[in-house]
């Protein structure tokens, strides 16, 4: 989807590493980044193991319930039973009747007392727990365990959703295909120098061209529901407390993401464009292809799209107390590097013009991320300094 990274744009990355951490912290910024390799092979590892002894693990349940045998009828029928008929008793005679009594009283007066003394061991008092029987947890505290393959079901369940969002959003966007066509295409033929169109040289490519734009409009309609589809995706495994950002989450990422894309159509493509079309001469014409221009332009749409979420994840995890704003000045130097970096990954060519202006936005989002850690970043007490 994005560009390569070019010999140019490594220069850069070179040049601002050295500037920044000077020539004697460059090997130990090679150490530094051939631990992060290492680490990131370990972890792949790690889940590849991991998913074959979760199919391991569910290939025994699998043979278990094949090899069990089907449960046995406890069914019994009924039966009848004649009732007993009352034996006969001689009635005690008139001098052992006081005798007969008191011995009545001795011996059920402490049957009584024992039937009592069972009945209250059954019956605990209430708010009193018993011993053996756990507290159960607290309902929605955090997320229940799920095994990986659980997590590959649910991840399933909201592509799915995902993918009826995108579809919608393209019916939507087919409806004005005509003015999102306009939109997007008259702008880039208007910065051209005079005289200069949009070519194509295959028969498809305008009927392609439309496909690709409604599909591209269809994202940005249904980028709520498929914001919403992600926090659904990751909610099971936060705590009560922080499953109220559901909203917050989703209106903020979607501002955020139109936002990125209007900076793109706006400001980023038209310069990116316009420094291209300056080296045109007498004798050396620019005339792009549809396809070449629309693909550049889809790249910066949805690499900004991407980038200016930063602020909304910054956001988050300040309010969950994952980062502070201290930690991200401290740390402000590293970011720099490593802003460039991405910059050289997503942006659409290989030239440092592309690479600047994807790094110039994301060092202001840095900025701005900075500010809003320190404004609604979680507050730590005196004891947790």
């Known amino acids: 989807m994005f560009g390569s990274v070019g010999v140019p744009e490594l220069i850069i990355i070179f040049t601002i590493a050295l500037i920044i951490f000077g020539p004697r912290k460059l090997p130990e910024l090679g150490k530094s980044l051939g631990k992060s390799l290492a680490e990131f092979k370990r972890a792949s590892n790690e889940l590849k193991n991991t998913l074959d002894e979760e199919i391991r693990i569910e290939d025994q349940r699998a043979a278990m319930r094949a090899n069990e045998p089907a449960p046995a009828s406890t069914y019994t029928p009924p039966t009848y039973t004649q009732p007993a008929t009352p034996a006969y008793t001689q009635p005690a005679t008139p001098a052992a009747?006081?005798?007969a009594a008191a011995d009545h009283a001795h011996t059920t007066v402490p049957r009584q007392r024992e039937n009592a003394y069972a009945r209250m061991a059954l019956v605990p008092f209430p708010g009193a727990a018993t011993a053996h029987d756990p507290e159960p947890p607290e309902p929605d505290e955090?997320?229940?365990?799920?095994?990986?393959?659980?997590?590959?079901?649910?991840?399933?369940?909201r592509l799915i959703y995902i993918v009826y969002a995108l579809i919608a959003g393209c019916a939507v966007a087919y409806i004005f295909i005509g003015r999102i066509f306009d939109f997007i295409m008259k702008p880039?033929?208007?910065?051209?120098?005079?005289?200069?169109?949009l070519q194509?040289?295959?028969?498809?490519?305008?009927?392609?061209?439309?496909?690709?734009?409604?599909?591209?409009?269809?994202?940005?309609?249904?980028?709520?529901?498929?914001?919403?589809?992600?926090?659904?995706?990751?909610?099971p495994g936060?705590?009560?407390?922080?499953?109220?950002?559901?909203?917050?989450?989703?209106?903020?990422?979607?501002?955020?993401?139109?936002?990125?894309?209007l900076f793109a159509h706006y400001i980023a493509f038209p310069w990116t464009w316009a420094f291209f079309?300056?080296?045109?001469?007498?004798?050396?014409?620019?005339?792009?292809?549809?396809?070449?221009a629309f693909g550049m332009y889809t790249k910066m749409l949805l690499g900004f799209g991407a980038i200016f979420e930063m602020p909304t994840l910054v956001f988050f995890l300040a309010r969950?107390?994952?980062?502070t704003a201290r930690m991200l000045l401290k740390y402000f130097k590293y970011a720099f590097l490593v802003i460039f970096i991405i910059a050289a990954v997503i942006s659409p060519g290989t030239d440092m013009m592309s690479q600047i202006m994807m790094a110039v936005p994301m060092l202001g989002l840095y900025i701005i991320s900075i500010a809003i850690a320190f404004i609604f970043g979680k507050r730590r007490s005196a004891e947790e300094l």
């Open 200 to 235: 194509y040289t295959a028969g498809p490519d305008p009927f392609m061209l439309y496909v690709k734009i409604g599909f591209l409009a269809g994202i940005f309609i249904a980028s709520p529901l498929i914001l919403w589809q992600i926090w659904r995706f990751i909610a």
């Open 277 to 292: 079309a300056s080296f045109q001469t007498d004798y050396m014409r620019f005339v792009p292809k549809i396809d070449e």
């Open 142 to 157: 955090a997320g229940a365990k799920m095994s990986f393959l659980e997590h590959l079901d649910e991840l399933r369940k």
């Open 97 to 99: 009747e006081p005798e």
């Open 320 to 323: 969950m107390g994952v980062v």
């Open 188 to 197: 880039m033929q208007a910065i051209l120098p005079a005289g200069g169109y």
């Open 238 to 261: 936060l705590y009560s407390h922080e499953k109220k950002f559901a909203i917050p989450f989703v209106l903020m990422s979607t501002i955020f993401f139109v936002a990125g894309g």
